[in-house]
């Protein structure tokens, strides 16, 4: 006989007593079936029921085919025809039938402000989905779809859950047609949202507190709405609202105007790069002019990367190779450019420096550059022993 169901009459109960009525295992671990249970078991997207069962941990809560209710233990417990207590996790438990409930509604008011009928929903752990058939929702759309369920909210509607008889049921509509045939089940949000559904719910849509959709991404041709409600919606918002105060006491605003903070910011970094940029332009100058003669320049100059391409790219305007380092503590930056009509091989001319000192970088024979693993001393004397 299938296990009775105590959540079916009353979602709000989290102790019970019950007898064992079969030992079995699920998935190598103990389990056992009861003749009734408050214990929702994993189905239509809710995530089965933790607790204890005469003091011992019940880690899952899982459904057979025909109908029994599995509790998946810990360790093994008391012998079949034992009475014995079982408890749930509540706030787990309070968690779940808000976001079912939840749904539900995000899912009549996806329908109501988007024609958005639901396909399927997912609540887990991590994280809160439902897909509807609709290939793309303008934001306009799901922000009234989330207005309208939170204005429920607010309404603070009874949530109500029954086995109509067939002709009561017959007068419903059903937001979507049950996947069972007998036994039909209805979860009623006030008279907005009728749906088959044998799930735990709330009992007022006030104890949502809030819902809100976080994303919303094309899959598969449909459109999955990502949410959150309740408890976990709170710790959420919550930990965004931590996060901006954080940002506002950083750029001492308020946390509503870090968006023109961050604004400022991103305007003074542009500013000061094209500052730098023409500054390192009139380094270059000032070195170039610094250098004797003509032809190749072999030069140590100091400063980064950026200021030796700068020099490089003008000495190459100029007709002349530049072979360039500039080394530190910790290695030495060069930089090869060969200038057109030049016979030098700056990918070759990089190899084999590398192949002496060790280092990361490469090139092709126009343009080359890398850095050496350890500070060079004479780089003159260096370049002329590996090209010869
Ligand atoms: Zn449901």
Redesign the pocket.
Known sequence: MPTRRLYHHDATQRQFEATIVALTTHEGKPAVVLDETAFYPEA???LGDRGTLGGIEVVDTQETESGDIVHVLAASGPEPGARITGALDWDRRRQHMAQ?TG??LLSGALLDRAGAATVS?RLGESGLTIDVARDRIPEAELAAAEGLANDLVDDDLAVRAWFPDPGELAGLKLRRDPKVTADIRV?AIGEFDY?????T?CARTSQLGAIRIIGAERYKGMTRVTFTAARRGRASLFGHDHVLRALGTQFSCAPADVPAAIDKLRRDSDALRTELTALRGQLANAVIASLPGTGPVIAVIPGDAELLRSVGAKLVGAGRDALLCSPDESGTTVVLFRAAGSTLDCGRLWKQLAAQLGGRGGGKADRAEGRLAAPVADWPQLVGTVST
Request: aromatic share 0%; net charge neutral; charged share 0%.
């Open positions: 239509g997207g809710q079912h749904q539900h929903a979860v749906s088959p559904c044998g799930g719910h």
